[in-house]
């Protein structure tokens, strides 16, 4: 009797860790998908930074006049 009260034991804990377990995985899952959206927006404004290099946009000036 003691040895099947361990074993309901034991096979609770292990649902338990299941659980846990495929929580980690879901939120590595989105850490990862959360990097790929960071490393996509910086190659987008390195992109935008290039356009601009390379068509020769010139930033104008602040008109400090104003104040």
């Known amino acids: 009797m003691f040895l099947l009260e ?5 096979d609770e804990k292990m649902d338990q860790v299941f659980v846990y377990a495929r929580r980690i995985c879901h939120d590595a899952q989105q850490v990862i998908r959360d ?7 910086i190659t987008e404004i390195g992109a935008f930074l290039r356009d601009i290099k390379n068509k020769g946009f010139i930033f104008l000036p602040v008109n400090d006049d104003d104040e």
Do not use: D
């Not at 790929?36 to 927006?41: A, I, L």
């Open 35 to 41: 990097v790929h959206r960071y490393q996509q927006s």
């Open 6 to 10: 361990k074993i309901r034991n034991m």
